[in-house]
């Protein structure tokens, strides 16, 4: 179907064209279009998008706008039979061309289309050929294609394996679309999924929405760790009051003799400051104390990496030094509530677990709920948790798993420093090569690391206002034009941009319903009576 013809195209990456009168209500920002392939007549339609839509009346110049000084004066027009508004009226649209299908990609044309070129309007059907992914992987349906009825699809081997983020302003649905591709991917494969949840808001996963197959499913399948020796209360009684159910979790805890060398040199270091001779004890001791990192008491633990350290120990300096890395290690241990020291610790009447890291490793929705720390001590607990998922990932390598990170501007931030920081560096550089994927989610992309965002090769938008974060994902966003960012800061609630490897073009998405319970809702003011 014709709806138009091209008036100018300066670029082979756009195009104006004069939209007929009579399908004007069928053209909107959005709408896909096609031509001719003047380029390559073997291969298909060169397809394009509607991103500006403007209405013209050349009429009505600065000479006539002196005139329009009221409304009598218009209605003195339309008497004389002379209807401005539309005797002189044409709409104008401007598409961005997105190429010609070659295989499961888009190819862009090298040169601009023909002005008087027609502009087609293609059937529902041929879209929908146009737009599917085109091989016989995994695919993820999040919603559909917005305006139309077709199912918008993502290849969930390359949303994994090349790392994807979800970018938007506070209250522009991440955990929501964050939750949807979740459910997605717990349907479709079998992958764990592992989610860094500093608020506790995804907990919620546990209920299921409605009373389907597929969400009694998904709902089973989610797990919730709490750090051992924290206070969930409210929590838990804000989620049996909203749910009518109660909140299911295990509470864990980390072995301090597990942690690595450069994990327990770090956090000594970042929480207290270590001199030089504490760290050479340290090194000395800790060769020692990774033979055996079986749960021991505070006593037990402390005298072996005394006994460990002594042996490089000589004279009054370094005696004080020991001295001072063992006040300081029991310090550490003792104050972050995420360690324990004996089997069959409790909290209250709940008992404490170490976690099973392979536990995490298996198919599964694992929600780390980090809503009871502080900020310092989340971002400890992720460099330890991600460390050691990494470090099993590296070994095991035969199936994928996927971290999903909410304000992953707290533990990768693009300035400050934090302990978590290099661990997600690591993963979004290396992760790929182990199976091991990354979803960030952020409501600043400027605030987030640049070695982290860059490697996102696929981003999920929201509506993102702020000019520095627009200008930010400008930069270190392969897949985004300025006619993209254009349309990221008018999205409805409801709506996404997908760009990346996991579609063959930039897709507007009208997000679907959640098949379990969202935990992420706004308060609202009570009206005073």
């Given at each position: 179907m014709r709806v138009g013809v091209i008036i100018k195209a300066q670029s082979p990456r756009s195009f104006w064209f004069r939209v007929f009168d009579n399908v004007e209500d069928r053209i909107n920002v959005g709408t896909f279009v096609t031509l001719d392939n003047y380029e390559n007549r073997t291969n298909g339609p060169i397809l394009a998008r509607v991103t500006r839509v403007i209405r013209h009346n050349?009429?009505?110049?600065?000479?006539?706008?002196?005139?329009?000084?009221?409304?009598?004066?218009?209605?003195?027009?339309?008497?004389?039979?002379?209807?401005?508004?539309?005797?002189?009226?044409?709409t104008l649209a401007r598409a961005s061309i997105i190429g010609?299908?070659?295989?499961?990609?888009?190819?862009?044309?090298?040169?601009?289309?023909?002005?008087?070129?027609?502009v087609h309007l293609p059937a529902e059907g041929e879209l929908s050929r146009l737009l599917r992914l085109d091989n016989n992987g995994v695919m993820l349906v999040i919603g559909n294609i917005r305006s139309l009825s077709i199912p918008a699809e993502l290849d969930a081997?390359?949303?994994?394996?090349h790392h994807c983020a979800i970018l938007a302003a506070t209250g522009g649905g991440k955990s929501w679309l964050a939750g949807v591709i979740v459910e997605e991917l717990a349907l479709r494969a079998e992958i764990p999924i592992i989610i860094i949840d500093p608020h506790g808001e995804y907990s919620a996963m546990q209920v299921p929405k409605f009373t389907t197959d597929?969400?009694?499913?998904?709902?089973?399948?989610?797990?919730?760790?709490?750090?051992?020796?924290?206070?969930?209360?409210?929590?838990?009684?804000?989620?049996?009051?909203?749910?009518g159910v109660e909140r299911r979790y295990t509470r864990f805890g980390i072995n301090p003799r597990a942690l690595s060398l450069r994990l327990m040199e770090g956090l000594l270091n970042h929480y207290y400051g270590l001199t030089d001779a504490q760290r050479r004890i340290l090194e000395e001791?800790?060769?020692?104390?990774?033979?055996?990192?079986?749960?021991?008491?505070?006593?037990?633990?402390?005298?072996?990496?005394?006994?460990?350290?002594?042996k490089v120990v000589r004279g009054y300096g370094n005696e004080l030094a020991l001295s001072t890395l063992l006040t300081k290690v029991r310090m550490l241990v003792e104050n972050r509530p995420f360690f324990i020291t004996r089997p069959g610790e409790f909290y209250g009447n709940e008992p404490i677990r170490l976690l099973d890291i392979k536990e995490l490793m298996e198919y599964g929705i694992h929600v780390l709920d980090l809503s009871g720390l502080d900020l310092v001590d989340q971002q400890a607990l992720v460099a330890l948790i991600l460390s050691d998922i990494f470090r099993a990932s590296t070994v095991r390598r035969d199936k994928p798993i996927l971290i999903v990170v909410e304000e992953a501007h707290n533990y990768a931030p693009s300035v400050s420093s934090s302990l978590s920081t290099s661990t997600l560096i690591k993963i979004a550089r290396e992760g790929r090569k182990f199976g091991v994927g990354l979803c960030i989610i952020s409501q600043r992309?400027?605030?987030?690391?640049?070695?982290?965002?860059s490697q996102c090769l696929t981003q999920v938008f929201k509506r993102i206002i702020n000019p520095i974060d627009l200008k930010y994902v400008r930069n270190v966003v392969e897949f985004i034009s300025d006619e993209d960012?254009?349309?990221?800061?008018?999205?409805?609630?409801?709506?996404?941009?997908?760009?990346?490897?996991?579609?063959?073009?930039?897709?507007?998405?009208k997000v679907r319903d959640r098949l379990t319970e969202h935990g992420g809702v706004t308060p609202t003011l009570i009206p005073r009576k």
């Open positions: 050349y009429l009505v110049d600065d000479r006539v706008i002196a005139q329009l000084g009221s409304e009598d004066v218009i209605n003195t027009f339309r008497d004389y039979g002379v209807d401005i508004q539309y005797i002189a009226q044409s010609y299908r070659v295989g499961a990609r888009f190819s862009k044309p090298l040169k601009p289309p023909k002005p008087m070129d027609f081997n390359k949303l994994v394996s597929d969400a009694k499913y998904v709902s089973g399948l989610v797990r919730v760790y709490v750090p051992g020796k924290v206070d969930t209360t409210s929590l838990d009684e804000y989620f049996r009051s909203r749910f001791a800790w060769q020692y104390m990774g033979m055996n990192n079986e749960l021991t008491s505070m006593e037990e633990f402390l005298n072996d990496l005394e006994k460990s350290g002594g992309p400027s605030k987030v690391h640049p070695d982290v965002l960012l254009w349309e990221v800061r008018v999205l409805n609630e409801d709506d996404a941009l997908v760009t990346g490897l996991a579609v063959p073009m930039p897709l507007p998405v």
